[in-house]
């Protein structure tokens, strides 16, 4: 993983949903990694998930319901 | 001379921005607003910083005396001691409550330690703490990135022997308990997770 490929980030209710949905995300072999919200989407503590924008629908459907997503963006 | 802000017409936070800067550049001040709420955000910004107020208002001005006090000036003396900025870690997790929570908020510290600045310039791994440098870590990514920035990672190795883990490191390098100790004892400021 290099910083430099577009990302984009899940978000969800709860740390614990983050860290359900990384056990699907490892399950479905779709590479990540946990990291704290951006600041600029909110200033709460939390988690979220990164990964690569060209694995998007990967993600949806591997999450698909099991985990309520709360937003899937762009990392800026 | 007092340094003389005027503040009239500006919207917020400007006044509080401007003397913020003044506070900071050393300066007491007195600052014209003209409206209360000017007027109470720069005071309370004051006060947090360690200063005196005191407000004069006449005919829609409102002056504000801000004064450096001793808590301030304590303040400036309070910085760090000379020497590296060293982060321990005595365990894989972060704080105590909830281990599966532990090990997610210690995967995000080590994300954003990569992300922001001041950096450390050592971290010792000590105890459970090892766990993060070897074999099956999650946050063996963030451990390689930062030692490559310069930054030295010192592993226990009487705890990666206790853990049957020697032979599997992968970010940093064993160290021992004096440089471990001299590293702690010879620091500027100690960080511990």
Redesign the interface.
């Known amino acids: 993983m290099t910083d430099v490929a577009p990302f984009q980030i899940i978000l969800f209710d709860s740390t614990s949903e983050a860290l359900l949905a990384e056990k699907l995300f490892k399950k479905a072999g779709i590479p990540h990694k946990i990291i704290p919200v951006p600041r600029h989407i909110s200033s709460d503590c939390g988690v979220c998930i990164r990964f690569f924008s060209s694995d998007t629908e990967r993600v949806r459907s591997a999450l698909a319901g099991s985990v309520t997503v709360r937003d899937i963006a762009p990392l800026a | 001379m007092t340094h003389q802000i005027d503040a009239r017409g500006l919207a917020c936070p400007q006044p509080v921005i401007m003397t913020k800067k003044a506070i900071e550049a050393g300066k007491d001040c007195v600052v014209i607003v003209d409206n209360e709420a000017a007027r109470d955000n720069v005071c309370r910004m004051a006060k947090s910083q360690g200063c005196g107020t005191a407000v004069e208002e006449e005919g829609g001005c409102i002056r504000i005396r801000v004064t450096r006090g001793e808590d301030r000036k304590t303040q400036e003396r309070a910085t760090p001691a000379a020497g590296p900025t060293v982060v321990v870690f005595p365990c894989d997790r972060m704080g105590q409550g909830d281990d ?2 532990g090990k ?1 908020l210690m ?2 510290f080590l ?2 330690l990569g992300e922001i600045a001041p950096r450390p310039d050592v971290m010792i791994f000590f105890n459970g703490g090892v766990k993060l440098t070897t074999d099956g870590s ?1 946050v063996l ?1 963030d451990l390689r990135a930062l030692e490559k920035t310069g930054i030295r990672l010192l592993v226990c190795g009487t705890c990666l022997d206790f853990f049957g883990l020697k032979d599997r490191l992968q970010a940093g390098t064993i160290s021992n308990m004096y440089d471990i100790a001299e590293t702690m004892l010879s620091a500027g400021r100690i960080v511990r997770i």
């Open positions: 599966d929570l997610v995967r995000a994300h954003t999650e990514e």
